[in-house]
């Protein structure tokens, strides 16, 4: 009988990432304090993010200064407005350019502006 050979898994890539443990707790800040710019956007404070949250006062606050981490579960219990909110930002925040669907008025008054604005960069060129 054969004796098994067994050959060594080759190592494991090590990443950008893996190699500065300092970056991804940038990036993790960056994110929190998107977050915390979502919740100041749409106007919330810690006793009405409280009650739409079903979370204690303490810990959400605990949470958006980085004291705690940021579960998914928190993030799925943040109202939609603020998650919608921190989706736009973060977007835009990764080079996105994002467009918030008007209607009416005020997409008549976008429409204008922007053409607008191309006629005028016409006549500069």
Known sequence: MKPIVQTPLPPMAVTGIDQRPVA???AVDQATALVRRAVADCNYTLDALEAAMGKNRAYIHKVLQ???????E???ALPADVNARYAQLSAEAHGFIVVVPVR?????QQ??????GVLEGLKVA
Do not use: P, Q, W, Y
């Not at 009416?104 to 008549?108: L, M, P, S, Y």
């Not at 429409?111 to 607008?116: A, E, S």
């Open 24 to 26: 991804r707790s940038i």
């Open 66 to 72: 980085g004291e705690k981490s940021m579960t998914l």
């Open 74 to 76: 928190f993030k799925t």
């Open 104 to 108: 009416g008025d005020a997409a008549i």
């Open 111 to 116: 429409l204008v502006g922007g053409l607008v």
